[in-house]
């Protein structure tokens, strides 16, 4: 009955498969001290000056958030060299995205996407009655011309991560900006830079230059990776005053709450815990390469927090049985890539218990 209710495209559409909270996991499967590293998030915690912030500020949540933003604004700002009204901040970029999509993707206009890329893209385009071409990688990079040659008279929206989840590729800033130079000026293109801050490849550099000439790109960025705060939900765009302008009527007043806020001043202070956090992610990757290639296992370079490992069993069983000894990592079929998982990087403690457990399950699996 209420699926004659739903909007078009609605019934078609898996929901995302959140995971469950890992003590419900444990309880489970009978399991205590399960790693999780499947979501690309910071394994040292959230950054200890947002903590420190947003205790103080615990008191005043009988109020309503400052809907403008108007002191995160004004800091990022100040950081970015950009103008306040060129800023705009979200529930989390994922609500960029989906503001994105809102402000400007008509039902059955079309967006183009890379494939595999963040799953999110084409899930908020279906939901809005859009359709989602996807363009697939050529050997794991971005298929630049073959997005281009794609582009039809319903092309509203393009979405490039750069670096790209899952893969962990980034995009030179020539390229990226070749790209935009060729591209019609009826569209809008959505470059999500959530991993931007770990990228050590001096070629790549942010779409935030590029801005000057192309007020019709769409910046987003995140305070979920980097800073460790995915659990507040708070991250930003930038692009030119008119397209934030028609953003900002589309959302929510008080998208951004109070804490987030907060806390997301007080992290981009942070310098101590961005520069461990960094450190951390450098030395987890050779950590972890090291022992993946003395088991003679093959993955992905990466510019990001995460990486792909190529599996000599389905990506989906490995999954399962690496749970079932509490370590949490991210099965890839979802994304087209079935002989591969993706993990992101651990405490040295959670890399090492990783490895041990991959040996052990491909020795019992063998
Ligand atoms: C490419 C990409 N964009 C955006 C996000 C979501 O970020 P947020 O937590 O800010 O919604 C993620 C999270 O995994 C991601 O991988």
Do not use: C, W
């Not at 739903?6 to 790693?35: A, F, H, T």
């Not at 298929?143 to 750069?162: E, H, V, W, Y």
């Not at 991993?195 to 942010?206: A, C, K, N, Q």
């Not at 942070?270 to 461990?276: L, P, R």
């Amino acid at each position: 009955m209420i699926n004659r209710l739903v909007r078009e495209g609605i019934e078609d559409l898996v929901p995302y498969p959140p995971g469950k909270p890992i003590e419900e996991l444990e309880r489970e499967l009978g399991i205590s001290n399960s790693i999780k590293l499947a979501s690309n998030e910071n394994p040292l915690g959230p950054s200890p000056k947002a903590i420190e912030v947003i205790r103080g500020k615990l008191y005043t949540i009988n109020r309503y958030p400052d809907g403008s933003g108007f002191y995160l604004k004004t800091k990022l700002a100040k950081k970015l060299t950009i103008a306040e009204d060129k800023i705009i901040l979200g529930n989390g970029s994922n609500e960029l995205i989906e503001l994105s999509v809102r402000t400007f993707l008509n039902p059955g206009e079309e967006a183009i996407q890379p494939f595999p890329t963040f799953l999110v893209y084409e899930k908020i385009v279906r939901a809005a009655g859009g359709t989602m071409v996807s363009i697939p990688l050529k050997e794991f990079h971005v298929n630049l011309a073959g997005i281009r040659d794609s582009i039809g008279p319903k092309t509203k929206l393009i979405f490039l991560a750069n670096p790209n989840n899952p893969t962990g590729f980034a995009l030179s800033g020539s390229d990226l900006a070749g790209f935009l130079e060729d591209l019609p000026h009826d569209l809008v293109i959505v470059l999500d830079e959530a991993y931007i801050e770990f990228v050590r490849d001096e070629t790549v550099s942010t779409g935030l230059k590029l801005l000057g000439r192309h007020p019709h790109l769409l910046v987003i960025r995140t305070f979920s990776k980097l800073y460790g705060l995915a659990g507040l939900r708070i991250g930003y765009g930038i692009s030119s005053t008119e397209l934030i302008g028609y953003m900002n009527r589309v959302r929510q007043p008080f998208n951004a709450n109070t804490l987030a806020q907060a806390g997301a001043m007080a992290a981009l202070d942070d310098e101590e815990f961005v520069e461990a956090t960094l450190n951390l992610v450098r030395q987890g990757l050779e950590q972890l390469t090291t022992g993946l290639r003395e088991m003679g296992l093959s993955y992905l370079p990466t510019q990001t927090n995460f990486f792909l490992i190529k599996t000599p069993i389905p990506g989906k069983s490995l999954y399962e049985k690496m749970l079932r000894r509490g370590v949490i990592v991210r099965a890839m079929d979802s994304f087209g890539l079935p002989d591969y998982i993706r993990i992101n990087v651990g405490l040295p403690e959670e890399n090492d218990r990783f490895l041990n457990t991959l040996k052990e399950v491909l020795e019992t699996s063998s």
